[in-house]
């Protein structure tokens, strides 16, 4: 086998840029999203210049951020199917939290809780851009009858609840999670840390 | 418009309550329909008043004109013509305008802070200046009353002309009325008005004929009196039981400061993970099994 110091690749160069694309987007989203979904947080509408131009300009960056997070989204599409592991290890969540891994089920390239919220980010920002687009002032909403629009602006509000949410825990894993903010980086894990996270994926590779 | 005179008790997009000590009056315009006769000389003072102009449009084959409401015509006639008996015809003409509603829609809907004012007379107005043309004001209102203007992407409607109120002036189109069939004055007056105005309309065999005052929204502070108070449907639409749809009450009610303060929780529940659980590290036991398997 290779040398054990040696690290793993695990995000080639242009999956990372990819990555970050969609996260500095994402971001530029949540916070001009959030300046119109509750008072307390108006504020952040001047960071995009001001009430106005976070309105046209929020909807522009959604688009934007939508196609870059498709071409990511169908790289990772096959490496997301849940199995039979994934459903144990989701089962076992209070052993994950209290970092008792070694009771868990092995892990492949990504984990069920990376899974799952791969599958939430498909859905919730698949429903963002349609309810989005339905919403969008001056060009499209004018062709939406009032009920629609209102349908639309409350599910858009409810899923941008639920992604942020998740993206909050996206977040915080890899804070949590010693060793993985290199892997989106500089692209690369230590072996070690491949084989206590992601084991089948290590035996895989290291074949 | 922005208006300091009259005193503010409702705010867009803000939390924090509004100045309370002062209340004024309570006023409200009375629209007579069964004296209306489809003149607009409201229309035309409305726009003289409120220096708005709208495009020259064409005929549709209808009397209403401009067809609709827009960013310049903060109020239009709407012409219906219905047969409730066979061989009676009833032309009933209806000045269409902002209901200025006690619970505004349109003001639970908007996200700019104090884009939207409701002022203690009852008046529901918009500030321009802080209107951000996101159009949640539309989704918001009963009646689809505010239109946004392609010119600077701002939402436009009737001001009941706060600005004239607030020196004691009655509205525009109040002025301009040659048959008295709008009129003007303190909410408790025009509702005692109506009930005389309803009377008659009895006495002339209206049986239904009765005011417009959706308690739905609180009341208005434009009230209508109706030949068919139980049929407003009638009334180029008039909806029969307006109310906020329950889809903005749970866009825009309890769930928006649930959702947020749950957003937080994410947030400190992280936190407070890595402060008592700790981080996941790389353990000697894995380091060692790779040097072993190397």
Redesign the interface.
């Known amino acids: ?4 110091s040696e690290p793993i690749l695990r995000y080639k160069a242009s999956i990372r840029a990819n990555h970050w694309f969609v996260a500095i987007t994402f971001i530029l989203m949540a916070i001009s999203g959030l ?8 504020f952040l ?1 001047y960071l995009l210049g001001g ?2 131009s ?2 046209i300009l929020h909807p522009f960056i959604g688009v934007v951020m939508y196609i870059g997070f498709l071409s990511l989204a169908l790289r990772f599409w096959r490496r997301n199917y849940i199995n039979r592991n994934d459903q144990q290890w989701m089962k076992q969540i209070g052993d994950v ?3 008792r ?1 070694e009771n868990l089920p092995p892990v492949g390239f990504f984990n069920a809780g990376q899974k799952y919220l791969y599958w939430v980010m498909i859905l919730t920002l698949t429903t963002l851009l349609v309810t989005g687009v339905m ?1 969008w ?2 060009y499209f ?1 004018p062709y939406f009858s ?2 629609a ?3 639309a ?2 599910i858009h ?2 899923s941008a ?1 639920v992604i ?2 998740g993206i ?2 996206h977040i ?1 894993a890899a ?5 993985s903010i290199p892997a989106m980086t500089r692209g690369t894990v ?4 491949a ?2 996270h992601h084991l089948d994926w290590y035996r895989k590779i ?1 074949k | 418009m922005s208006l300091q005179s009259l005193d503010i008790i409702a705010r867009s997009a803000t939390t924090n309550p509004a100045p309370q000590i002062r209340h004024t009056e309570e006023v409200a315009k009375l629209i007579d329909i069964s004296k209306c006769i489809g003149c607009k000389a409201c229309q035309s003072a409305c726009m003289e008043w409120n220096d708005v102009r709208d495009k020259i449009g064409t005929c549709d084959g209808v009397y209403d004109n401009p067809p609709d409401l827009s960013p310049e015509s903060w109020t239009v006639m709407r012409f219906s013509e219905v047969e409730l008996e066979p061989g009676k015809l009833e032309w009933l003409i209806r000045k269409d305008g902002c209901m200025h509603c006690a619970d505004p829609g349109c003001l639970k809907a908007c996200p700019s802070p104090g884009a939207i004012i409701q002022y203690s007379n009852g008046i529901v107005d918009f500030h321009e200046e802080h209107c951000i043309g996101c159009g949640y004001c539309i989704a918001g209102c009963p009646f689809n009353v505010p239109r946004i203007s392609k010119k600077d992407n701002r939402a436009y409607k009737c001001t009941l002309c706060s600005d004239r109120v607030a020196v004691g002036m009655e509205p525009a189109c109040i002025k301009s009325c040659p048959t008295g069939a709008l009129v003007f004055g303190s909410k408790v007056d025009m509702i005692k008005h109506a009930e005389g105005r309803i009377a008659d309309l009895n006495s002339r065999g209206y049986q239904n004929a009765g005011l417009y005052d959706p308690p739905g929204v609180g009341g208005t502070h434009v009230m209508y009196v109706l030949q068919h108070a139980d049929q407003p449907e009638l009334y180029h639409g008039l909806p029969n039981h307006p109310r906020i749809s329950p889809l903005v009450s749970w866009w825009k009610g309890i769930t928006k400061p649930l959702m947020s303060i749950g957003l937080g929780l994410v947030a400190l529940t992280g936190f407070f993970h890595y402060v008592t659980v700790g981080p996941n590290e790389v353990t000697e036991h894995s380091k060692e099994e790779v040097e072993k398997e190397d």
């Not at chain 1, 300046?35 to 108006?42: D, I, N």
């Open positions: 086998m290779a040398n054990p300046a119109l979904f509750y008072p307390s947080f108006f509408s009430g106005q976070d309105r939290l209290q970092n891994e919403i002032r001056p909403a009032i009920p629009i209102r349908i602006v409350l509000s409810f609840f942020i949410a909050i825990v915080y804070i949590w999670v010693k060793g230590t072996r070690a840390w084989r206590q290291g």
